[in-house]
């Protein structure tokens, strides 16, 4: 195998999952040996779908230990982004069209914000 294959990493999404029996889905997904959980949170204004919510990311943190990253398709996604870290997320993805005052997160935004991944890597949200 050669060394780009070995830096792969593997994130399920989760907009597709049964939640019917989700902790059976992360087990499962869990033992096929993905490295994180993507969840997709879009509110209807930013996309025109719905789908996900707090109560969904928060069910996936409880029963995993593996990384969850979060993909924000919303509004003012700024306005949000500690009660995202606050539920137990890794990584936040945001658009930067969806903020008009995202340019300024970067210089503005305290340590104590970011995401558990941001702290550790040094990366910007």
Do not use: W
Request: a negative charge.
């Amino acid at each position: 195998m050669n060394d780009f294959c070995n830096n792969i990493e593997l994130s399920a999404s989760m907009m597709c999952a049964d939640y019917g029996c989700l902790e059976k889905e992360i087990r499962n997904l869990e033992a096929g040996g993905i490295d994180s959980f993507h969840i997709d949170i879009m509110d209807g204004q930013f996309v025109p779908n719905f789908c996900m919510g707090i109560q969904d990311l928060r069910c996936i943190r409880r029963l995993t230990k593996k990384p969850v990253e979060v993909h924000l398709m919303i509004k003012r996604p700024m306005s949000y982004l500690k009660v995202f870290i606050d539920a137990g997320v890794d990584v936040i993805y945001v658009h930067p069209e969806a903020d008009y005052h995202l340019h300024h997160v970067a210089g503005n935004f305290e340590c104590r914000y970011y995401a558990r991944d941001c702290r550790e890597s040094g990366d910007i949200l």
